[in-house]
Structures are given as structure tokens and as C-alpha cells.
């Protein structure tokens, strides 16, 4: 027999403790089921980093250290956090010889951090923990330790089985399950979504660094690799990243090359300490979902999407979708006329403008040597606008070599050449990629 409840909520990352929490507070019957047994846990590699000050998938997030809260002005919701946090200001990209291509001047930026940050560093584990216990106090009915293998549609909405025999009907399913999402898989969601490769990735966390701006995002190109680094919510503490879509590289082996054998990069870490909280994951890549509704069933967070999301990105949708089925219930509408306004934000905002772009292969590394790198780094002669938002970023990089390319023709041709070489071989690379990958994960 089923256990029947208004909303199931399956994955308790941001999204679904988000979703819980709205739902719970409203008066809801709502479930949460999470296959970890310590739910607020993280065990995969995460920055923790949340966007503020500038918008993200249009919505808008502040920060208030001193009210301990969490913001979002557009649509509404607010969080407490009382625990730590480091300012982040944007984007740096390192060449292999240690030039700089800067987005913003971040010791200007510094001196006023709660105007000027784009991001902030939190602990996830504090954040979720809050979101949890608030969705707990609300009424929320928590199942941890508990993995959905199956999801069907009913009379009444749609039933989700557990391996362990339960299963849980209610009158809509919200699918938080993450990027390699089990939901979207049983339901054969990822059928209409084009798969374009696998990523493994490894973390390692440090406390101090030599690095000269430390408190942005940073992306490093060795000759072999790219890597990046990112400040945690602790102190002088940092997360170093190494991802790889190619099956012959070793995530650790890149990370142990970067911090200690790279001529350049190894120097920032001279007197780092390697701190024991180590991540890994291996994410699919697929498009997003383009209609993240079927049976009753709706997809929000890393769930619908291409990757990661960002935590601003999956609350936001955790929250939308909630006051939605609010508003569906109390209609009388459990179904998708109900969630119309939820599927048309999620189009006006997140797919519409992001969701259709296509992932390009850019392989620099494989095309141009570290000279190159070097001098195309440094060739731009003004710092480039501050911003935390990765499209941008892409755009802001085209639109200034764009105007540089008779420069580069003039002053360094063989490097136009291979420049031309990595625009021309985009989708073979992208087929190269996905090729390497592995959809079943």
C-alpha cells in the first residue's frame, strides 16, 4: 500500500530541500526521499559557492552577514545561514607561464566586499542542514537511506517505488535527483536530450595559498590541463578542481602534477596545507530538458539541466515549483495546466535563454602551445568587466579577440593559424567527446 501525501520529493540537494521547505510551511503533505543516509552530507565535489549581486538565470540572491540571511528579492524567499563564508569576486584565467587575463581588479573590489562580491563561499552542509531542519519542523515527512528505482503515473497524480519495497503516491512528484538523475532515466526523459560526453572530477581541499588574487574563480591552463580553484566557506581555504572528459587522464594524477611539479602553478602551494576533505564525481552531460513536466512529474535543480545549475539556480527552481503546486492544489488543478506558470518561468528564464545553446569542443591545450597561451593572455590591454556569470564570460573572451585578430594575424600568424585550427574543429572535438562517454552511469 502506498504511502499518499499531496508532493513526493525525490533528492534532498538544494532544489528539493528548497521545494520541501516551501511546501511544508504552506501546510502541505509532502515527503522528501534521499537515497544518503546523512542528508546534508556532501560527498561529490561542490564549491558551495552562491551568486550574489548579479543576476542568475534572472533571478537576483543577496547576502546579509550581519542578519545572517540569504535573499532572493525577485522571487521572495529568504534563508538563514549563521555559519562561514569567503567573498568572491568574479573570474581569473591563468595562461601556463602565470599570465593573467583579469575580469575586474580585485584589490579595488576588496575594499568594499558587500558591494562589489559576486559570490559567497557558504558551507553547503550548514546550508542544507538549515533547509532540513526547517522542512522537518514544518511537517515534512524525511525518508533518508531511501533509493527510488521506479516512477508511475496514477489516477490521483504519480507513485514513486524504493528498492526497499515502499512506495509513495502523491498528487505531483518533484524530480530533485541531481545530474545523473534516476528519475529522468526510468522515465525515459533523457530519450528527447542529445548526450554529449562524461566528465570525472576530484577535489582536494587546502588550507592557504600564495596565489596573488586567491578570492575569485580561477581557471588555470597548464600544457597539459585545465584546472581551477575556488574559495570555501572556511578561512584561507580553498577547493582545487581537476576535471577531464577524456577516459585516459587520472583526475589525482592532474592534481598532484598541478600542486607540485607544475614550474608555475606548484609555487602557490609551497606552503599549503592539504586539508582531508577530498571529493570526486562522474557526471553525464546531457541538454536540458526542455519541458521538465510529464506524468505529473516535475524536474527541477541539476535534474533538468546540462550540469551543474549553480545553488542559485537549483533554490530558485526548488522554490518556484513549490509556490506553483501551492497554487495548483488550492485551484483544484493537479496536472499540467496547473503548472503552466512554473513551465513557462522556467522557459522565459533558464531554458529559453541558456538551455538551446549546444556545447562546443575547445580543446585549447591540444591546439596551442603555451607560448601561444601566454601571449594571447596578456595581449587584451584593459581588465575585462566583473562577473561570476560563465556565459558571459564566453562572450566577453570572443567579443575581445574578435576586435585583436588582425593584431595577432600581423604580429604572430602560426598562433592565428592554430586559433583557427580549434574554431574549426569544434564539432569534431564535441563528437570526439561524446564518444569518450558513457550514458548508463
Same mark, same amino acid.
Given at each position: 500500500?502506498?504511502?499518499?501525501?499531496?508532493?513526493?520529493?525525490?533528492?534532498?540537494?538544494?532544489?528539493?530541500?528548497?521545494?520541501?521547505?516551501?511546501?511544508?510551511?504552506?501546510?502541505?503533505?509532502?515527503?522528501?526521499?534521499?537515497?544518503? *543516509?546523512?542528508?546534508? *552530507?556532501?560527498?561529490?565535489?561542490?564549491?558551495?559557492?552562491?551568486?550574489?549581486?548579479?543576476?542568475?538565470?534572472?533571478?537576483?540572491?543577496?547576502?546579509?552577514?550581519?542578519?545572517?540571511?540569504?535573499?532572493?528579492?525577485?522571487?521572495?524567499?529568504?534563508?538563514?545561514?549563521?555559519?562561514?563564508?569567503?567573498?568572491?569576486?568574479?573570474?581569473?584565467?591563468? /595562461?601556463?607561464?602565470? *599570465?593573467?587575463?583579469?575580469?575586474?581588479?580585485?584589490?579595488?573590489?576588496? *575594499?568594499?566586499?558587500?558591494?562589489?562580491?559576486?559570490?559567497?563561499?557558504?558551507?553547503?552542509?550548514?546550508?542544507?542542514?538549515?533547509?532540513?531542519?526547517?522542512?522537518?519542523? /514544518?511537517?515534512?515527512?524525511?525518508?533518508?537511506?531511501?533509493?527510488?528505482?521506479?516512477?508511475?503515473?496514477?489516477?490521483?497524480?504519480?507513485?514513486?517505488?524504493?528498492?526497499?519495497?515502499? /512506495?509513495?503516491?502523491?498528487?505531483?512528484?518533484?524530480?530533485?535527483?541531481?545530474?545523473?538523475?534516476?528519475?529522468?532515466?526510468?522515465?525515459?526523459?533523457?530519450?528527447?536530450?542529445?548526450?554529449?560526453?562524461?566528465?570525472?572530477?576530484?577535489?582536494?581541499?587546502?588550507?592557504?595559498?600564495?596565489?596573488?588574487?586567491?578570492?575569485?574563480?580561477?581557471?588555470?591552463?597548464?600544457?597539459?590541463?585545465?584546472?581551477?580553484?575556488?574559495?570555501?566557506?572556511?578561512?584561507?581555504?580553498?577547493?582545487?578542481?581537476?576535471?577531464?572528459?577524456?577516459?585516459?587522464?587520472?583526475?589525482?594524477?592532474?592534481?598532484?602534477?598541478?600542486?607540485?611539479?607544475?614550474?608555475?602553478?606548484?609555487?602557490?602551494?609551497?606552503?599549503?596545507?592539504?586539508?582531508?576533505?577530498?571529493?570526486?564525481?562522474?557526471?553525464?552531460?546531457?541538454?536540458?530538458?526542455?519541458?521538465?513536466?510529464?506524468?505529473?512529474?516535475?524536474?527541477?535543480?541539476?535534474?533538468?539541466?546540462?550540469?551543474?545549475?549553480?545553488?542559485?539556480?537549483?533554490?530558485?527552481?526548488?522554490?518556484?515549483?513549490?509556490?506553483?503546486?501551492?497554487?495548483?492544489?488550492?485551484?483544484?488543478?493537479?496536472?499540467?495546466?496547473?503548472?503552466?506558470?512554473?513551465?513557462?518561468?522556467?522557459?522565459?528564464?533558464?531554458?529559453?535563454?541558456?538551455?538551446?545553446?549546444?556545447?562546443?569542443?575547445?580543446?585549447?591545450?591540444?591546439?596551442?602551445?603555451?607560448?601561444?597561451?601566454?601571449?594571447?593572455?596578456?595581449?587584451?590591454?584593459?581588465?575585462?568587466?566583473?562577473?561570476?556569470?560563465?556565459?558571459?564570460?564566453?562572450?566577453?573572451?570572443?567579443?575581445?579577440?574578435?576586435?585583436?585578430?588582425?593584431?595577432?594575424?600581423?604580429?604572430?600568424?602560426?598562433?592565428?593559424?592554430?586559433?583557427?585550427?580549434?574554431?574549426?574543429?569544434?564539432?569534431?572535438?564535441?563528437?570526439?567527446?561524446?564518444?569518450?562517454?558513457?550514458?548508463?552511469?
Amino acid at each position: 500500500m502506498a504511502q499518499t501525501y499531496d508532493v513526493v520529493i525525490v533528492g534532498a540537494g538544494p532544489a528539493g530541500l528548497m521545494a520541501a521547505r516551501t511546501l511544508g510551511q504552506a501546510g502541505l503533505k509532502a515527503a522528501l526521499l534521499e537515497r544518503k *543516509k546523512d542528508i546534508p *552530507k556532501i560527498h561529490r565535489s561542490c564549491g558551495g559557492v552562491l551568486n550574489v549581486n548579479e543576476l542568475t538565470f534572472n533571478q537576483m540572491v543577496t547576502f546579509d552577514e550581519d542578519r545572517q540571511e540569504i535573499a532572493c528579492p525577485t522571487l521572495g524567499y529568504s534563508i538563514h545561514y549563521d555559519g562561514p563564508h569567503q567573498d568572491v569576486y568574479g573570474f581569473h584565467l591563468y /595562461s601556463p607561464g602565470g *599570465k593573467r587575463l583579469e575580469f575586474g581588479d580585485f584589490a579595488e573590489l576588496r *575594499k568594499d566586499p558587500k558591494k562589489n562580491r559576486l559570490g559567497v563561499a557558504v558551507s553547503k552542509e550548514l546550508l542544507l542542514r538549515g533547509l532540513l531542519d526547517a522542512s522537518e519542523k /514544518s511537517g515534512v515527512a524525511v525518508f533518508s537511506n531511501t533509493n527510488v528505482c521506479g516512477v508511475t503515473k496514477t489516477e490521483a497524480g504519480a507513485a514513486v517505488e524504493c528498492d526497499d519495497g515502499q /512506495s509513495f503516491e502523491g498528487r505531483f512528484v518533484l524530480a530533485a535527483d541531481g545530474i545523473n538523475s534516476r528519475v529522468a532515466r526510468v522515465m525515459g526523459m533523457n530519450k528527447s536530450r542529445e548526450f554529449f560526453g562524461t566528465t570525472c572530477d576530484t577535489s582536494v581541499m587546502i588550507e592557504g595559498t600564495d596565489c596573488p588574487d586567491p578570492d575569485g574563480f580561477l581557471f588555470m591552463f597548464t600544457p597539459q590541463y585545465v584546472l581551477s580553484m575556488i574559495p570555501v566557506a572556511q578561512k584561507n581555504c580553498y577547493h582545487i578542481y581537476a576535471t577531464t572528459g577524456n577516459r585516459q587522464d587520472r583526475p589525482p594524477a592532474m592534481l598532484k602534477q598541478f600542486m607540485f611539479e607544475d614550474p608555475i602553478f606548484s609555487l602557490w602551494y609551497k606552503r599549503s596545507r592539504i586539508l582531508e576533505h577530498r571529493t570526486a564525481c562522474v557526471v553525464s552531460l546531457w541538454t536540458p530538458i526542455e519541458k521538465p513536466f510529464q506524468d505529473n512529474v516535475i524536474f527541477i535543480g541539476d535534474a533538468s539541466w546540462r550540469r551543474e545549475m549553480s545553488n542559485v539556480g537549483s533554490m530558485c527552481t526548488g522554490y518556484k515549483a513549490a509556490r506553483c503546486i501551492i497554487q495548483a492544489l488550492n485551484e483544484g488543478k493537479p496536472n499540467e495546466d496547473g503548472m503552466k506558470e512554473y513551465l513557462d518561468w522556467y522557459a522565459e528564464n533558464y531554458f529559453g535563454p541558456f538551455g538551446a545553446r549546444k556545447p562546443r569542443g575547445r580543446n585549447f591545450n591540444q591546439y596551442l602551445t603555451p607560448d601561444d597561451m601566454d601571449y594571447l593572455v596578456q595581449l587584451p590591454d584593459k581588465r575585462l568587466p566583473q562577473t561570476m556569470d560563465i556565459f558571459k564570460v564566453v562572450n566577453l573572451i570572443g567579443s575581445t579577440y574578435a576586435e585583436l585578430m588582425e593584431r595577432i594575424y600581423d604580429e604572430r600568424p602560426d598562433t592565428l593559424a592554430r586559433l583557427m585550427q580549434v574554431r574549426e574543429n569544434m564539432d569534431e572535438d564535441a563528437e570526439k567527446q561524446t564518444r569518450q562517454g558513457f550514458k548508463n552511469i
